[in-house]
């Protein structure tokens, strides 16, 4: 399978520690960007990369959040201090540079976070 | 700023009913229009597109037509089928590299 794939699937945590997920897009795509979704809402964008610069980051993303994308090809998502209102799923997408108006999005199976 | 409006859920069809989603709009310029779906347990699947005006993006039977004098992109499909149980989000971009804008989705239930 080639697609987007996110680890882990579920981390459950307690409140304070930190936590680190992993995105790995698809191969050929330079274009990686991670979303945020709490239940019964539709993903809120958190930053996104271009090969490994990071190009964008939404008011939602505190200074306990980091992302990175050291090589240009996966990805991380840091939580520091985390706290009850983390409790989300945590997707990750990824895109190739396109000429046209514009370029698909694959999304991962997320990870969802619990946070007690 | 972007913002999209969906219809609220659940929405509860006999199989082969006809469905409606509602979805409205609002961007600045000319956005890129999607709807996306994820089914349980499963990731966002991008369903269908529409990049300009009057372009209607088609899937799997589903339909939507982008409508720029009512900022609208509903969803429809004529049969419905159990297998199409999900929840359904309306989405936008307003250039081809730029962040995805979701409606909060709207989860349809089929029914046999």
């Known amino acids: 399978d080639t697609g987007v794939s996110q680890d882990p699937r579920h981390k459950i945590t307690k409140r304070g520690q930190n936590v680190t997920f992993r995105c790995d897009p698809i191969s050929e795509h330079n274009r990686l960007y991670w979303y945020r979704q709490t239940l019964g809402q539709g993903p809120e964008f958190l930053t996104y990369?271009?090969?490994?610069?990071?190009?964008?980051k939404s008011r939602l993303l505190s200074d306990r959040f980091s992302a990175e994308r050291p090589k240009g090809s996966f990805s991380t998502l840091e939580i520091q201090r985390t706290e009850q209102g983390d409790s989300a799923m945590y997707l990750c997408?990824?895109?190739?540079?396109?000429?046209?108006?514009?370029?698909?999005?694959?999304f991962g199976p997320g990870t969802r976070l619990t946070v007690l | 700023g972007n913002s999209v409006t969906q219809m609220e859920g659940p929405v509860t069809l006999s199989e082969e009913a006809f469905l409606t989603i509602n979805c409205t709009y609002t961007?600045?310029?000319?956005?890129?229009l999607f709807w996306y779906v994820q089914y349980p347990g499963e990731g966002l699947q991008l369903l269908l597109k529409?990049?300009?005006?009057?372009d209607k993006g088609s899937n799997k039977g589903f339909e939507a037509t982008y409508r720029k004098e009512t900022t609208s992109f509903h969803l429809e499909k004529g049969s419905v089928q159990v297998s199409d149980s999900a929840v359904y989000f309306c989405a936008l971009t307003p250039g081809g590299y730029q962040k995805v804008t979701f409606g909060t989705g709207t989860k349809l239930q089929v029914i046999p």
């Open positions: 961007a600045t310029g000319y956005p890129s």
């Open positions: 997408a990824s895109s190739v540079t396109g000429t046209g108006t514009y370029n698909e999005q694959f």
């Open positions: 529409a990049t300009k005006a009057d």
């Open positions: 990369f271009q090969n490994e610069a990071q190009l964008e």
